[in-house]
């Protein structure tokens, strides 16, 4: 009885020293809450304002670390390029028929700039810096001031060309400030970018891409994009817009594909102009200009990644069937690994449809990797990315296996020098050899 008496009071006693303790506490405790709940809603903020997004998580890893495992592979054999956030396979891509140019001419993708910096290759009437986004590999332009933005080191736009690049805005972008405009135009003087602004009097002499991250089927407009060129009788000062998702969209890839005055532009893999007269068939367009006008909002920006542009039409068919070989820069895969993205479904239904029209020719798939990382891994990754186009054309389109080998070269032999990001992006490629 006297133990139980001795251990009732020694429980209670500890009950008043913990309700003590927290009372003495309970003011502190509160105000750590207080700043640990404030330092959260700052971040989110910050995330908002700078493209970022909370990571969740899924399947026992967070979303950064799945978006660093979906990086796109164009941005290198260790990754790059931003992944559009879609994880289905190559059907998603059904209807996108985008087939990149033969020969890479730019691939910019900042690794020469230090962050913080405008890049040293560009020229500009306002400002820009170089940055970096969580979960993302690679450097982002930054632009959030009116003004002009022009790569110097872009002299031609041929006949045939194909232009892809990258852009992300804040999740917070207002409807009231301005479009992310790209202006391809034809220069006599590089400074004559400078005359160039959004809506301006000089856009009659180019062809006009915007976009902005406008709310899908809202009261306030709809996610949106144009093509102007007030030059072209056929589409003097005319505008249009077309819904391309149903919700906001913070993140697109834009593909462009000239082939003479035609002109095709693409978001995501949705094809949203087909336009056949869009360039003038005299005119020499030889510069891109990438622009912004004012911004509501002073935290409102767009970031720009990954900028490729390619030359040549693709001729599959005559490369294949009557040279022997094909070379494309167009099936992409996931960083270091032999997942190939979705957006290859169109040179992938090309090369199909090749294979389909003539039953009795049989190939060989090489692949082939730059010169990043070390030999064995380069090999082994170049083989098995070849074994999954192969799969891919057998399950995807049918292609009867035994008409298809597999192999890798990894970074044995390179088409172009490893020391420029254009040069490594011209050695990636996926070869197609008839046997």
Not at 280 to 306: C, E, I, P, W
Not at 392 to 419: Q, T, V
């Amino acid at each position: 009885m006297n133990k139980l008496f001795l251990l009732l009071s020694f429980v209670l006693m500890l009950q008043l020293s913990q309700a003590q303790i927290l009372k003495r506490l309970g003011k502190s405790a509160q105000n750590k809450v207080e700043q640990k709940i404030n330092q959260k809603v700052d971040k989110s903020i910050d995330d908002a304002v700078d493209g970022k997004k909370k990571p969740k998580k899924e399947n026992g890893k967070s979303s950064s670390e799945e978006g660093a495992a979906n990086e796109e592979a164009n941005g290198g054999n260790n990754g790059g390029g931003m992944g559009n956030g879609k994880t289905g396979g190559l059907k998603s891509y059904s209807k996108f028929d985008f087939v990149p140019g033969e020969k890479i001419l730019v691939e910019e993708d900042f690794s020469q700039d230090a962050v913080g910096d405008f890049p040293d290759k560009w020229n500009t009437n306002s400002t820009g810096e170089l940055v970096t986004v969580e979960g993302k590999t690679g450097k982002w332009l930054s632009l959030s001031k009116e003004g002009v933005f022009m790569p110097e080191f872009i002299t031609s736009l041929p006949e045939n060309f194909t232009l892809e690049f990258d852009v992300m805005c804040n999740a917070d972008y207002s409807y009231y400030s301005s479009a992310f405009h790209l202006y391809m135009a034809a220069l006599v003087n590089k400074k004559e970018f400078q005359s160039y602004k959004a809506f301006g009097p000089a856009r009659k002499e180019a062809v006009e891409v915007w976009i902005h991250p406008t709310e899908a089927g809202g009261s306030r407009g709809r996610s949106g994009f144009g093509v102007w060129n007030a030059g072209n009788p056929d589409m003097e000062n005319e505008s249009a817009t077309a819904q391309f998702h149903s919700k906001r969209n913070t993140y697109v890839k834009v593909s462009i594909w000239r082939q003479k005055q035609r002109l095709r532009v693409y978001l995501n893999e949705e094809k949203v102009w087909d336009v056949p007269r869009a360039f003038d068939g005299v005119k020499k367009y030889n510069t891109l200009l990438f622009m912004l006008g004012g911004t509501s909002d002073a935290n409102d920006r767009y970031l720009l990644h990954n900028v490729r542009l390619a030359v040549g039409a693709p001729d599959t068919r005559n490369k294949l069937i009557t040279e022997g070989k094909f070379v494309t820069h167009g099936i992409l895969f996931d960083v270091n690994s032999d997942r190939i993205k979705p957006e290859s479904y169109g040179v992938l239904k090309e090369i199909a449809g090749v294979l389909t029209e003539h039953g009795d020719v049989k190939v060989k798939i090489i692949g082939h990797t730059d010169s990043d990382g070390d030999d064995v891994s380069n090999m082994d990754l170049s083989k098995r990315r070849a074994a999954a186009v192969k799969a891919a054309l057998s399950k995807e389109f049918n292609i009867d296996s035994s008409r298809m080998e597999a192999d890798g070269k990894g970074e044995s032999e390179p088409a172009d020098k490893n020391d420029t990001p254009t040069g490594k992006a011209n050695n990636r490629r996926v070869e197609f050899v008839r046997l």
